[in-house]
């Protein structure tokens, strides 16, 4: 009863910026760990950024360059990614779970009950 709905990829040159929102719209929960994820084909679910308990949490090929942040009110969070690289080039999803979850397990795509459909980032030149 939660649906999760990406948006704001596209096609950017290497360096650029976008700006990804998660709108989550049904059942909702108080307490919550929001997080978001990549993937390229042929590679599993990669973890990019989370928010638990209420730190921020990166992976290491992302830190100083993505940020993520939240809107409460309009129940939406964001991944802002600067400086991007080929690299960065994935399917990337929102994705939720309706209670906090221990740090042990906040990078595992398995742990997540509610998924978005995913939007693509293509960075190149």
């Known amino acids: 009863q939660v649906q999760l709905v990406e948006s704001g990829g596209g096609l950017v040159q290497p360096g650029g910026s976008l700006k990804l929102s998660c709108a989550a719209s049904g059942r909702s929960f108080s307490s919550s760990t929001r997080g978001w994820f990549r993937q390229t084909p042929g590679k599993e679910r990669e973890f990019v950024s989370v928010?638990?308990?209420?730190?921020?949490y990166y992976a290491d090929s992302v830190k100083g360059r993505f940020t993520f942040s939240r809107d409460n009110a309009k129940n939406t969070w964001y991944l802002q990614m600067n400086s991007l690289t080929p690299e960065d080039t994935a399917v990337y999803y929102c994705a939720t779970h309706s209670s906090r979850l221990i740090l042990s397990r906040i990078g595992g795509a398995e742990n997540y009950d509610y998924w978005g459909q995913g939007t693509q980032v293509t960075v190149s030149s």
């Open positions: 928010w638990s308990g209420g730190r921020e």
